[in-house]
């Protein structure tokens, strides 16, 4: 290959690197390139180019998250989909799941509070279905809403009480 060989080749892959990026970036299914990373895992959670995740109604300390559940301080819902949280869920959480969010919302206005504490959960920090919820809540004037960001794994893997649904 000789040099004008090579620059041509050079050329034609830094012009398809700037138009992938390009059509990326204005796509509605691109991918979203950032997010939270951790070293040993790679990325945690990626930012939606859709949604954005509020860190600032997370609870991230599973002791009180433990302590809240057992003392009833917030409704709890778990927003997985109904067959999972079958299988296991955090004590006196009710389901609502993100997927039926449309088909649950009047049964979740007439029986919650808008001025009700409410903490949202789903499967673990990878998960961002209960942000998404959570914002839904307070799009809907639900103001006192949290998102325990560890969810059900960090709750399981705590060795924490689980309740399940026969």
């Known amino acids: 290959m000789n040099s004008k060989d090579l620059k041509g080749t050079v050329l034609l892959v830094f012009f398809a690197g700037i138009t992938a990026l390009f059509y990326n970036q204005f796509s ?4 979203a390139l950032f997010g939270q990373w951790e070293t040993s895992k ?12 509020d860190a600032s109604i997370e609870i991230n300390d599973p002791e009180i998250i433990k ?10 819902l778990d927003v997985r989909p109904r067959e999972i949280y079958n299988q296991g869920h955090l004590p006196f959480a009710v389901s609502f799941p993100l997927m039926e969010f449309d088909e649950t919302i009047e049964q979740l206005l007439s029986s ?22 959570a914002m839904r809540l307070k799009n809907l004037k639900y103001d006192n809403v949290k998102v325990f960001s560890g969810g059900f794994r960090q709750w399981e893997e705590k060795g924490y009480e689980i309740q399940k649904n026969e």
Do not use: M
């Not at 919650?112 to 919820?133: G, P, Q, W």
């Open 28 to 31: 509605p299914f691109g991918i």
């Open 42 to 53: 790679g990325v945690v959670f990626s930012i939606s180019k859709t949604d954005s995740v």
């Open 67 to 76: 302590r809240i559940v057992q003392k009833k301080e917030r409704i709890v």
């Open 112 to 133: 919650i509070n808008r001025k009700s504490a409410i903490l949202v959960y789903c499967s673990s920090i990878e998960c961002t279905d209960s942000h998404t919820f």
